[in-house]
């Protein structure tokens, strides 16, 4: 099977996306897996797939698997980047594309200079939906907000959705944090029933930010757009960011805002692409 693809990044998350809209594409786990390697194959940190929507009023429906092969629901840089390949594959003339994944609706805005502005939708607290046990779990309550121990981990997180689960550490010093220590204990943890996304988070200021995301199966990336506004997020609930803030990652720099708490989270950033070729799986 020879497969045409298309290699990108946001702020240095990077995917190889896959062309649906013309005819269905089923690849196996392996196949899947072959792609996402960076010595087998042509290495990223997700494989996005878009396909056309069935849904009146939306424009398309887009899949993301991990390079392990497990498909999973959401991932903010990969929006992104799924805006700037359909626009410049001529697969839409519009500027502002709805999108449908596994499990949301999204609204994506491709502005002037480039950058993609996403309509995250709100984030969502429910700790059943999350999911994440809470049970025989006394959190610390900042600002209201909470705080949960992970004794056995040696941290404590605020824990949220952005249509996949979170969970959010603040630390003094984000290049000097455990991640690859902590980071695969906390993803893994007994409580996330569906494993979790761990956040780093170093605050500089109200508006401005430091952050690393030790990832669902995919490991430290270089940046996370979910992870970004559930960080965000969770330091404006615990009372020490403002609704507007810039998120420096390792890979590049995110704007993420949250108007109010009723509000969708709003994130603004780059898109990139790489090279196009051909691989035979």
């Given at each position: 099977?020879?497969l045409?693809?298309?290699?990108?990044?946001?702020?240095?998350?990077?995917?190889?996306?896959?062309?649906?809209?013309g005819?269905?594409?089923?690849?196996?786990?392996?196949?899947?897996?072959?792609?996402?390697?960076?010595?087998?194959?042509?290495?990223?940190?997700?494989?996005?797939?878009?396909?056309?929507?069935?849904?009146?009023?939306?424009?398309?429906?887009?899949?993301?698997?991990?390079?392990?092969?497990?498909?999973?629901?959401?991932?903010?840089?990969?929006?992104?980047?799924?805006?700037?390949?359909?626009?410049?594959?001529?697969?839409?003339?519009k500027?502002?594309?709805?999108?449908?994944?596994?499990?949301?609706?999204?609204?994506?805005?491709?502005?002037?200079?480039?950058?993609?502005?996403?309509?995250?939708?709100?984030?969502?607290?429910?700790?059943?939906r999350?999911?994440?046990?809470?049970?025989?779990?006394?959190?610390?309550l900042?600002?209201?907000?909470?705080l949960?121990?992970?004794?056995?981990?040696?941290?404590?997180?605020?824990?949220?959705?952005?249509?996949?689960?979170?969970?959010?550490?603040?630390?003094?010093?984000v290049?000097?944090?455990?991640?690859?220590?902590?980071?695969?204990?906390?993803?893994?943890?007994?409580?996330?029933?569906?494993?979790?996304?761990?956040?780093?988070?170093?605050?500089?200021?109200?508006?401005?930010v430091?952050?690393?995301?030790?990832?669902r199966?995919?490991?430290?990336?270089?940046a996370?757009?979910?992870?970004?506004c559930?960080?965000?997020?969770?330091?404006?609930?615990?009372?020490?960011?403002?609704?507007?803030?810039?998120?420096?990652?390792?890979?590049?720099?995110?704007?993420?805002?949250?108007?109010?708490?009723?509000?969708?989270?709003?994130?603004?950033?780059?898109?990139?692409?790489?090279?196009?070729?051909?691989?035979?799986?």
């Amino acid at each position: 099977m020879r497969l045409r693809f298309t290699k990108m990044h946001g702020a240095g998350n990077d995917f190889v996306v896959l062309d649906a809209t013309g005819a269905p594409l089923a690849l196996s786990r392996e196949q899947i897996r072959r792609l996402g390697d960076r010595r087998l194959g042509v290495g990223a940190d997700q494989i996005l797939v878009i396909e056309r929507s069935t849904t009146p009023g939306v424009d398309f429906r887009y899949r993301i698997f991990n390079n392990t092969g497990d498909e999973v629901e959401q991932c903010g840089n990969g929006s992104r980047c799924f805006v700037r390949y359909v626009v410049d594959h001529g697969l839409t003339d519009k500027k502002t594309i709805r999108v449908e994944t596994v499990n949301n609706l999204l609204e994506l805005s491709l502005a002037a200079d480039g950058r993609v502005r996403v309509d995250m939708n709100r984030p969502v607290f429910d700790l059943a939906r999350v999911p994440f046990d809470a049970s025989g779990l006394t959190p610390r309550l900042v600002n209201g907000f909470e705080l949960w121990p992970l004794a056995d981990a040696g941290v404590e997180v605020a824990v949220l959705s952005m249509g996949n689960p979170h969970a959010v550490m603040r630390v003094a010093d984000v290049d000097a944090a455990p991640v690859a220590a902590v980071g695969p204990r906390v993803e893994s943890h007994a409580r996330f029933p569906r494993r979790v996304n761990a956040g780093f988070l170093q605050v500089l200021s109200r508006g401005e930010v430091k952050l690393r995301v030790y990832e669902r199966d995919a490991g430290e990336t270089l940046a996370c757009g979910t992870g970004a506004c559930a960080a965000v997020v969770a330091g404006i609930r615990l009372g020490w960011l403002d609704r507007r803030v810039e998120v420096h990652a390792r890979g590049g720099d995110l704007l993420i805002e949250w108007p109010d708490d009723s509000a969708s989270v709003l994130m603004t950033g780059p898109a990139v692409t790489v090279f196009e070729g051909e691989i035979e799986l």
